[in-house]
């Protein structure tokens, strides 16, 4: 008897915890379910008119999740002071953009507009607006802009404060932190092809080829399994949350027994510039190769005329690159000529000195500002890859002209610039061992 009991006292305890388990699953399905519907309601973004497609709107009315929207972006507010939270608008200057243009929308009057102008054109030329750059604007809880800001560069600010008329401006300096990269790859197709797989941003990459274009042919010089060595600088602007890149510190390139490395050094003369082990300056009077990443297609000497038909003297070399490439000066000098050349199509002649001189052929259109008398620098943008002219494709036309006759590019043994001596070299020495040490510090780390 006592024995029935004890089972039916299990029974029943074993029935009411299932009964009991049931209905705190229930329960606790239902509280999930109205939070999911609180989650959604608050993650609902509110309605904007869309009245400029390049607008990016951070609001606090929104949860922390970034919610991306066609036309613009809705973030959480920032908190521009202590007192006052501001909702942030970033423009993006587009193509044909003016500073009055992109304020127009935020202020009805004309006097603050033009104060607002007239104070910012005294620390930066508005003419000199880039596409995409951007400016941030800062309303308060009326609608009302009381901040302007524009960074002029990567660590600078210009900050407009706007107090009824009052218009004030304050240049920021903003901290910059530094760190420093490593990275070393073995190359199985191309220097630009295998430094973006590993990871070197692309600027660090053009700076390198453009180093190199002094002592090597990429096309012919380079093969499988060479080993490329570069440490460079990151600049981290923590205000803005964005990176940038600065100088190279070190580069290695280690192809068919040459070992080509150079190190940064400030001369006494305060200009950075880069040197071999022994205190030799690697830099050239004037560039072999004035654009990147592009394919030689056609060598100094005889051959057949691709549109003429018939056998011809080829006076400089031809490098094929897509329409617009950016073609760079092959040294300092002085523009002699800039227009349309016969066949050349558009075309651009820079004189070095009284013996070297440099030309440029079937552009697609000069760089802004490029006309004959311009004074230009080694390295500077001059204009972009086309095919005018007699011309089978887009390409650059390449010749080097010694006592105005061209000569072969490719097979011109360029001056050298400074040597490194005395107290100056011994400076450069010990900063090399530094450099060295950073640079297998980084890359082990």
């Known amino acids: 008897m006592s024995f029935n009991i004890l089972s039916i006292f299990k029974f029943v305890l074993t029935l009411s915890l299932i009964f009991l388990s049931l209905f705190f699953f229930n329960k606790g399905n239902e509280l999930l379910k109205s939070i999911d519907k609180i989650k959604l309601k608050v993650s609902t973004p509110p309605k904007y008119e869309n009245t400029n497609k390049n ?11 970034t919610l991306l929207t066609e036309n613009f972006l809705i973030k959480d507010n920032l908190n521009v002071n202590k007192k006052n939270i501001y909702d942030e608008i970033i423009i993006k200057v587009k193509k044909n953009d003016t500073f009055s243009k992109i304020i127009d929308p935020f202020f009805n009057e004309n006097k603050i507009k033009n104060k607002i102008i007239n104070k910012l054109s005294e620390e930066y030329n508005l003419r000199k607006l880039r596409v995409d750059q951007k400016i941030y604007f800062y309303k308060n809880k009326e609608g009302i802009v009381k901040k302007i800001i524009m960074p002029t560069d990567f660590a600078t600010d210009l900050v407009i404060n706007i107090s009824g008329v009052n218009i004030t401006l304050l240049k920021e300096n903003i901290d910059i932190s530094k760190e420093t990269h490593s990275i070393e790859f073995i190359i199985s197709s191309s220097v630009y092809e295998d430094g973006k797989k590993a990871g070197v941003p692309l600027s660090i990459l053009s700076d390198a080829i453009r180093l190199y274009s002094f002592d090597v042919d990429f096309q012919r010089d380079i093969q499988k399994n060479n080993k490329f060595s570069i440490s460079y600088e990151v ?25 080509l490395e150079y190190f940064i050094f400030k001369t006494n003369d305060g200009f950075f510039d880069y040197f071999n082990k022994d205190g030799k300056n690697v830099r050239k009077s004037i560039l072999k190769t004035p654009i990147d990443g592009a394919r030689l297609s056609s060598s100094f000497g005889i051959r057949k005329h691709p549109i003429l038909g018939f056998n011809k003297l080829h006076k400089g070399v031809d490098f094929a690159a897509p329409t617009g490439s950016p073609i760079y000066a092959g040294g300092n000098g002085i523009i002699e000529y800039a227009g349309v050349n016969g066949g050349y199509g558009k075309y651009i002649r820079i004189r070095h000195n009284s013996e070297y001189k440099t030309a440029y052929a079937h552009l697609r259109g000069f760089k802004k500002g490029i006309s004959k008398g311009i004074r230009v620098k080694q390295g500077e943008i001059i204009g972009y890859v086309g095919s005018s002219g007699k011309s089978t494709g887009p390409h650059l036309h390449y010749e080097i002209l010694y006592q105005n006759k061209q000569i072969n590019p490719l097979k011109m043994k360029l001056p050298s610039g400074k040597i490194l001596q005395g107290k100056e070299l011994e400076k450069f020495k010990d900063e090399v061992k530094i450099i060295y040490s950073n640079y297998l510090f980084n890359l082990y780390e």
Not at 240 to 250: A, L, M, N, P
């Open 55 to 65: 607008i990016l709107i951070l609001n606090n009315k929104v949860n922390k999740k």
């Open 235 to 259: 600049l981290l602007n923590t205000k803005r949350e964005t990176v940038s890149y600065g100088k190279i510190k070190y580069i290695n390139l280690n192809f068919q027994k040459n070992n």
